[in-house]
């Protein structure tokens, strides 16, 4: 992993919100996205290409709960801010991109280029 967290460092930290501690990986940055006030996970690693414009976008990385891939509630992609409350975390391990992650996690992306955001909870 690129980085990870387990019960004590979340304990240290004492995050009011999970993705709070997630802001503590240099190659994960968040986005706001609409008014509702949810914010989106993007690798500042790479932007990605659309293929049918040719425009740069945003790189978004994946979200994985236990073993199931959040779904996307904000044009695909996992609203950060509905993550489990930091008391219900065991663990968190930050994959930057898609040659740091394990090959047991490789049917769980669709879009590993960006990288995946594994969560435990208790």
């Given at each position: ?115 995946l955001i ?5």
């Amino acid at each position: 992993a690129t980085a990870s967290f387990n019960r004590d460092d979340i304990e240290k930290v004492n995050p009011v919100e999970t993705w709070q501690m997630l802001s503590r990986v240099p190659s994960v940055r968040f986005i706001p996205s609409g008014p509702t006030g949810s914010l989106l996970a993007i690798s500042s690693r790479a932007m990605k290409i659309d293929g049918a414009t040719l425009q740069a976008i945003p790189c978004f990385m994946s979200v994985m709960i236990d073993g199931m891939m959040m779904g996307g509630d904000i044009d695909g992609h996992a609203d950060m801010s509905k993550l489990p409350p930091p008391e219900d975390i065991h663990g968190i391990e930050v994959f930057a991109g898609p040659a740091s992650i394990p090959p047991k996690y490789n049917g769980a992306a669709n879009d590993k280029m960006c990288g995946l955001i594994a969560i435990w909870t208790r």
